[in-house]
């Protein structure tokens, strides 16, 4: 026996009981307690560990039965065997349907008792580790892992906390590289499924022909390749989180397929004809405007009702403020950690560049800037030079950056071409508030104002005319 497992607890008010069943259960090298009382067990298991409980059903004072409903309301994970020399299989069917594990009549062989308890300790050992698997999945996705100060990303990281311990159906949009990976792992393992299985589909990862027998399994010989049965990993899923990302991406009959499973679970493996069903919380994410899709016939109108119970928006980059910079920190922290670097600050230019670029990539785009500057750096600090040339890649990008429009007022798609306008000239014009304004045929003033109004920050109040270019060859 393995020396962590805890020992059997024995009740039985006849002392030469106890002692039979403590000889036999030791000889195996289990540890074990004894009690004559159920008031005494229930004391005992209040303060010290058991894998199992063997009772009595007759005891003075109270019974074994009532023992076992306050075990099961208290400690279900713990197994009760009872035990009984007046036994009738109506009592012995009575007890299981009280949530005994078994039930042993007096006289029994040793084999049996031991064969109970070594069911009983090996599902010891496997709670055990779910519980030890649990903590590790638990620690993969945190929620101080989405870095965020302003407002949105302090409300999204609530809504987060709110709607995770409820079945709820969560839809997540965002530009890509917003975080929407991140949102959903928390979501599942801030959940009541945070022990149970995690499970991640890319719709557009997988060509579509495949798609359907990844999610839903097939039979041996639905198609040709299918030398064997294989289950869907809705069905790895079961009790768990089943992410689909790029949803948007799905075709429009799995989208049906999809429809009905979301109905209650249930569903067909391809070639399939057993109805089969799972409980499963679905999360979905696409970084295209649904709304659009849904318009152009592309998505199902009644599937994105049946998605969008919760539905989450992550902001783009561009509109988080400063969180550009605290972002930018956090990446250089993580990546001297592991690129063994001792570069520890960003260079006030550099601050300066970061904020003003448009970001059509994203978090993800800033990550990737923060860990290549970081292999270039050579001085102790990240100099504007080291960054990318955001000019000449903002041009490149700037009409590929897909929008969320679907349900925006014409005022936020004006202010969003405003702030895209008024940024691509400050970087033009290395920030320099004078040329840009004069570019705009605007004032300075008026060009202050603006950039305000659209939460455009350059991070130089003070020194708003930095005319000199950060670091790097106009
Ligand atoms: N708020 C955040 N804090 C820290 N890291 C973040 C944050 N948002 C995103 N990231 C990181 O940025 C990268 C991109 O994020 P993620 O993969 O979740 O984006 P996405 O929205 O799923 O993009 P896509 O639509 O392209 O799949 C990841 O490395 C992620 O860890
Ligand atoms: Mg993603």
Redesign the pocket.
């Known amino acids: 026996m393995s020396s962590r497992l805890p020992p059997v607890l024995v009740v039985d008010d006849e002392k030469n009981m106890r002692l039979s069943l403590k000889t036999v259960l030791t000889d195996e090298r289990y540890g074990v307690r004894t009690v004559e009382s159920a008031e005494e067990a229930l004391e005992l298991l209040e303060r010290e560990e058991f894998f199992m409980v063997i009772t009595d059903v007759r005891l003075g004072g109270m019974s074994g039965y009532e023992l076992l409903g306050k075990v099961r309301a208290q400690w279900p994970d713990l197994p009760v065997l009872m035990i009984t020399a007046y036994a009738t299989p109506k009592l012995a069917v009575e007890a299981i349907k009280a949530g005994a594990m078994d039930y042993l009549a007096k006289p029994f062989a040793p084999e049996e008792l031991l064969h109970a308890a070594a069911r009983c300790a090996e599902r010891y050992r496997l709670l055990r580790e779910n519980a030890s698997l649990r903590a590790r999945a638990a620690e993969s996705w945190r929620l101080d ?4 100060a302003c407002q949105k ?1 302090r409300d999204l990281r609530q809504l987060i906390q709110t709607v995770a311990p409820t079945d709820a159906r969560v839809l997540v949009l ?10 959903a792992g928390a979501l599942h393992s801030l959940s009541q499924r945070s022990g149970a299985a995690y499970v991640r589909i890319n719709c557009a990862a997988i060509p579509e022909a495949l798609l359907e027998s990844e999610l839903f399994g097939h039979e041996k010989g639905a198609f040709t390749g299918a030398l064997k049965q294989k289950p869907g990993r809705v069905e790895e899923a079961d009790g768990g989180t089943i992410f689909l ?2 949803i948007a991406d799905m075709s429009r009959p799995l989208q049906a397929k999809l429809l009905r499973f979301l109905e209650d679970g249930s569903f067909l493996r391809v070639g399939g004809t057993a109805e089969l069903r799972v409980n499963v919380r679905l999360i979905a ?1 696409t ?1 295209r405007d649904i709304v659009e899709a849904i318009r152009q016939g592309q998505f199902r109108e009644d599937l994105f009702h049946r998605l969008n119970v919760v539905q989450f928006r ?1 902001p783009p980059l561009r509109e988080r403020g400063e969180d550009v910079l605290l ?1 930018a920190d ?1 990446f250089l922290q993580a990546f001297n950690e592991a690129l063994h670097k001792k570069t520890r600050a960003i260079s006030r230019a550099a601050r300066q560049k970061l904020q003003a670029h448009h970001w059509p990539g ?3 785009e800033l ?1 990737n800037v923060i860990e290549r500057a970081l292999i270039l750096e050579t001085t102790p600090e990240i100099q504007a030079a080291s960054l990318p040339d955001f000019q000449l890649e903002g041009r490149l990008h700037k009409k590929a950056a897909p929008r969320l429009t679907g349900s925006e007022s014409l005022d936020d798609r004006m202010a969003d071409f405003e702030r895209e306008l008024i940024t691509a000239m400050l970087e033009q014009n290395h920030y320099s508030l004078t040329r840009t304004a004069e570019q705009l045929k605007v004032s300075r003033h008026a060009l202050r104002y603006r950039m305000q109004r659209l939460n455009i920050t350059t991070g130089t109040d003070a020194e708003e005319d930095s005319s000199a270019a950060p670091g790097k060859a106009p």
């Not at 892992?145 to 965020?148: K, S």
């Open positions: 892992q989405i870095v965020g990303m965002g530009e890509s590289g917003t975080g929407k990976e991140l949102v990302d790029e994410a970084n992550l972002l956090y994203n978090v993800r990550r």
